[in-house]
């Protein structure tokens, strides 16, 4: 297991049904994540203790800030821009229109400002699931198919190497990637969550290139060198449905986590009241600023 770090303390006790995909606005100071089922953006200033949240009518899988201005979502009904004061909503494009089967989930913007968002079986039961990249131009691509359940990418600081989850393998997944082009190969399992860890669920790569994992289920988020497959680390939290996690704040010096409350009987959240908020530890290891998505 590594490095034991101290538990994740609560900053926000939010009680999301599906809270995920935090990402840091470094401009701002601003740690923005959505409640899937709940379907709300939230905005948390943690040094001024401020949050606020945008409502939606349809689920979002992810926010990511926009370089020009607001944000840009993952809808049940495709890609979206956000102003996030007026809560304007405007649609991009929908790559599979009137699809009910499935619904996007997570993802992330790569250091050439495209957005990669996944979809997944709402039943969470067949590999109908598509990663797609949105090219700052505005254009759909599909980035990989045959996916269950997408969710947590990342890149390594190098940007050439793409991690990625889709969480029924339990596995996480390395590909090499192209930065210029955005293309996707040579996919080979560099992690296997152990059993008892639950499934793995969001990530990030910290500045050395190591992978944090949430363990949905597992009660964890724990550090990974996808060199050599060994967990070197394990930040226990406070909630068993642990759904992602960002770098943010100073110096990017301090890690935050998601969870969820989502199935989870009455007799068992009587066990983590806190589930469905964001925690926060300090590592003593810096993370990436986040990309932004660039069109
Ligand atoms: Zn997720």
Redesign the pocket.
């Known amino acids: 297991m590594g490095t034991i770090y101290s538990e994740a303390e609560l900053v926000w006790d939010g009680r999301m049904t599906?809270g995920?995909?935090p990402v840091w606005d470094a401009r701002s100071g601003t740690l923005i994540f959505v409640d899937?089922a709940g379907k709300r953006v939230h905005f948390l200033e943690p040094s001024l203790q401020t949050h606020r949240f945008v409502q939606l009518e349809q689920m979002v899988?992810a926010a990511v800030p926009r370089q020009s201005g607001g944000l840009v979502l993952a809808l049940e009904q495709g890609f979206y821009t956000l102003d996030p004061v007026t809560g304007t909503l405007e649609q991009l494009a929908d790559p599979e229109p009137g699809r009910a089967d499935i619904r996007f989930?997570?993802g992330k913007c790569d250091a050439a400002g495209r957005f990669f968002a996944g979809t997944m079986d709402r039943e969470e039961l067949s590999p109908k699931g598509v990663l797609y990249a949105l090219e700052p131009d505005g254009t759909i691509r599909k980035a990989l198919e045959g996916v269950t359940?997408s969710?947590?990418l990342d890149w390594s600081p190098d940007g050439r190497t793409m991690y990625y989850?889709d969480?029924p393998t339990r596995r996480v997944f390395a590909f090499d990637y192209d930065p210029a082009s955005g293309e996707l190969g040579n996919r080979r399992t560099i992690v296997i969550i152990p059993d008892g860890g639950g499934f793995p669920?969001?990530m990030t790569v910290d500045k050395e290139g190591m992978l944090w994992v949430?363990q949905?289920d597992g009660w964890q988020v724990s550090r990974w060198d996808p060199l050599t497959g060994e967990q070197i680390g394990s930040v226990p939290v406070p909630a068993a449905r642990v759904?992602?996690v960002a770098f943010g704040g100073p110096e990017l010096g301090e890690l935050y986590i998601t969870t969820a409350r989502i199935g989870l009987t009455g007799e068992q959240l009587g066990k983590q009241p806190a589930a469905g908020g964001v925690f926060r530890c300090r590592p003593g290891v810096q993370g990436k600023p986040a990309f932004f998505y660039g069109g």
Do not use: F
Request: no cysteine; aromatic share 6%; hydrophobic share 30%.
């Open positions: 599906l995920e995909g899937i899988g989930n997570d359940t969710n947590g989850i969480s669920d969001g949430a949905w759904t992602s």
